[in-house]
Structures are given as structure tokens and as C-alpha cells.
């Protein structure tokens, strides 16, 4: 069985309850599929999306959702046995409160995000923007070529937290070997007082070694870039960034 979903829009539902706790939730026996769906300002239990078989979330756009309850699972995404996919998604000012806060959670199963921009997103206690409950059920999860946002760590490893210990190098995996920083790049070599110098914005991935090479940015979400300048004046104080350029 399965279950597709394409071109809607989820805003300001309330799924606190222990019974179904998400918006969405899947069975064991169903394969589930989630494109091109919008999740705003909803108040959830675990997750948007309650995973319990395989599944995929492409396309999608999680913005001000909470998670409020003191035993719930993230904001955004809950697996909790199976496979899930997440690419090209959005996840923005999402918030979470409670012993398992985080955007996504996953308790057992396999988790791939990629190709995905997380950003502004809270959380309590020491937990991250992902992480797994500390099952030996979960077999990996892996989190590449993700924007977690320009901060002043952003050439740090990003918000994983991976349980337990052993399930990372040197005896295990690297749940993010690489992930995205956003670049603005002056296109003159040289400008004068009262003259105009176009800028372009592009990314570029770094790996745990301080390497950065280019990425092809042809599956990452388009979005608003608000901009804005010091001492000086822009053309524009807004431009669309897509397959991760603008001008």
C-alpha cells in the first residue's frame, strides 16, 4: 500500500494528542510519499509527519511549526521504524521544547536528509536539530550537502546528535561528511566612491577537513534573500536565489 501527497497546504492545526500525535502518520505497511507540501504554524505532539514504515519528503516546507508537549518528538519529522528520505526541504523557525526536542527525530530506522536548508530552528536541553533516540534499532542516519545557516560555526560539524557514541568514527559512520556555506562574492576587482559593483551569491561545500570545493546546487529548495547593505545602497533589497545562485 501507499500513500502520495503533492501541492498542499497545512497551516495552524493542532495534533497534541498521544493517540495519532502528528498531522500525517503512516502505518508500518504503507509506503509514503510527501512532495511539494507546505506545514505552517502548527502545534504537534511528534512531528508534522509521523513516519512508521518508508517514506519520502521532497520539496516540502516546514516554517513555525511546535512542538509543546514534554514527551513529544520534534517539530517537523518523527520515524520511528523504516526508512525515510528527506530532500530538498525547508525548515524554518521551528520550535521545540521538552526532554526530545529537535526538528526531526528518528527512533529506529534509517534517515537520509540532503540537499536541504535548516535555519533558525530552536531547541531545549542539550539536544540538536536531529537526532535519534539512542535505539540500537537505528541503523544510520546520514545529514550532506544540508545549508544549516551562516553563524559563527558554521565551518563546524552541524546540529546532529547521533546515539551512541559508537555509532561514529573511528567504528562507525560520519553522519555529515559535508555541508553547505553561503557565499557573497564581489564580481569587480576593484569599485569606486558612487559606483556600482555587482554581487553574486553562491554556495559552496566544506568537508570536516576545511576543504571547499563547488556544489551543484540543482536540487536545493529557491528561496527569498533579503539584502541588505552598510555604508552604501542596493538595487535591490530582494532576490530569489535559485539552484542556489543569484546576482
Known amino acids: 500500500n501507499s500513500i502520495k501527497l503533492k501541492s498542499s497546504i497545512f497551516s495552524n492545526n493542532i495534533a497534541t494528542y498521544m493517540l495519532y500525535k502528528a498531522i500525517l502518520y503512516s502505518t508500518k505497511t504503507v509506503k509514503f510519499e510527501v512532495e511539494n507540501v507546505t506545514f505552517i504554524g502548527n502545534s504537534v505532539h511528534s512531528g508534522c509527519i509521523y513516519v512508521k514504515g518508508s517514506g519520502t519528503v521532497a520539496d516540502c516546507t516546514f516554517i513555525g511549526n511546535e512542538m509543546t508537549t514534554s514527551n513529544g518528538r520534534g517539530s517537523s519529522i518523527m520515524l520511528e521504524d523504516g526508512s525515510l528520505v528527506i530532500q530538498s526541504s525547508k525548515f524554518i523557525n521551528n520550535t521545540d521544547t521538552g526532554k526530545y526536542s ?132 542596493c538595487d535591490d533589497s530582494k532576490v530569489i536565489v535559485e539552484n542556489g545562485l543569484a546576482t
Open 102 to 233: 529537535s526538528v526531526i527525530y528518528a527512533s529506529s530506522g534509517t534517515v537520509l536528509i540532503k540537499d536541504s536548508i535548516l535555519i533558525n530552528n530552536t531547541y531545549e536541553n542539550t539536544n540538536k536539530l536531529i537526532i535519534n533516540g539512542g535505539e540500537a534499532a537505528l541503523k544510520k542516519l546520514i545529514a550532506n550537502n544540508n545549508w544549516w545557516g551562516n553563524t559563527p560555526d558554521n565551518l563546524t560539524k552541524p546540529a546532529l546528535k547521533v546515539y551512541p557514541a559508537s555509532n561514529l568514527l573511528p567504528n562507525g559512520w560520519d553522519p555529515s561528511a559535508y555541508w553547505l556555506v553561503f557565499n557573497a562574492t564581489s564580481l569587480n576587482n576593484g569599485t569606486e566612491l558612487d559606483k556600482k559593483v555587482p554581487v553574486q551569491f553562491t554556495f559552496t561545500q566544506i568537508d570536516n577537513y576545511g576543504n571547499i570545493t563547488p556544489y551543484d546546487a540543482y536540487y536545493l529548495p529557491n528561496f527569498d534573500l533579503e539584502v541588505t547593505a552598510v555604508n552604501g545602497t
